[in-house]
């Protein structure tokens, strides 16, 4: 099957307003840029957004969340926007913070299916409020839901026309296990590639997962902060 569109606006042609999206990347590592920018493009309005962090100031998400697009998000790093902390100090965003370890464990559970798991993580803080709790072997445990949404940007370094990705290094970070956790998984790729041309033992997220791909135009790769050691004298 070829599930090859021809840019980002066809790709994100059906992501309607009040939809649940998931974003991979970490921090801005990993990003789908294209999908991000499309998407801001369309105009779409209350989105829950999932990811570990809402970019930075005019960055990744940040551009979502500077267009007024974002009414609800989850993640796990306020990070160096500033934007997001007026927003949330102002009540027009509704946060929540998730610890990363559980945060990660709650996509991964809703792709595989699993409705609830329990941690220790969180346990004793504000983080279990409100939220069962039960001891095995002498510890207290927190149950937490697990995470899925009705659409997932993830980006990839290849993959070919049948959806099959790679993940380059780091930017593998969050992607993986949001393309599971999605009814519609929309994959933007550096290099798209025909099918048999990826090492099957290399695959990261297997076609099934994937709904749409396409190669990306542009990347940016920004980078955060850079830190450079002082020169020896």
């Known amino acids: 099957m070829n599930k090859v569109v021809a840019n980002a606006d066809e790709a994100v042609r059906d992501v309607f307003d009040g939809a649940t999206l998931l974003v991979g990347g970490f921090g801005l590592c990993g990003n789908p840029e294209n999908l991000i920018r499309a998407l801001v ?14 970019g930075v100031d005019g960055l990744g998400m940040g551009l979502l ?11 796990t790093y306020v990070g160096e926007n500033k934007l997001l902390e007026e927003m949330i100090l102002q009540k027009k965003i509704d946060l929540e913070l998730v610890p990363q370890g559980t945060f ?30 039960r001891e095995f072997d002498g510890r207290p445990y927190v149950m937490e839901r697990a ?23 780091t930017a593998r970070n969050f992607n993986p296990m949001m393309a599971t956790a999605a009814k519609i998984t929309i994959a933007e790729v550096e290099h798209l590639v025909e099918p048999g041309e990826l090492d099957p033992d290399m695959i990261h997220t297997p076609s099934i997962f994937v709904k749409r791909i396409f190669q990306g135009e542009l990347f940016e790769k920004k980078i955060e902060r850079r830190t450079v050691r002082k020169q020896a004298s």
């Open 41 to 54: 493009k369309k105009g779409t309005k209350n989105l829950t957004t999932i990811s570990n962090n809402v």
């Open 65 to 75: 969340l500077a267009a007024g697009q974002i009414r609800r998000h989850i993640g």
């Open 104 to 133: 990660s464990e709650r996509i991964r559970a809703g792709g595989a299916g699993i409705p609830a798991f329990f941690t220790p993580t969180g346990y004793g803080t504000v983080v279990a409020e409100g939220k069962e709790i």
């Open 147 to 169: 995470i899925k949404g009705d659409f997932a940007f993830v980006k990839a370094w290849k993959g070919d026309r049948l959806g099959n990705l790679i993940y380059r290094k």
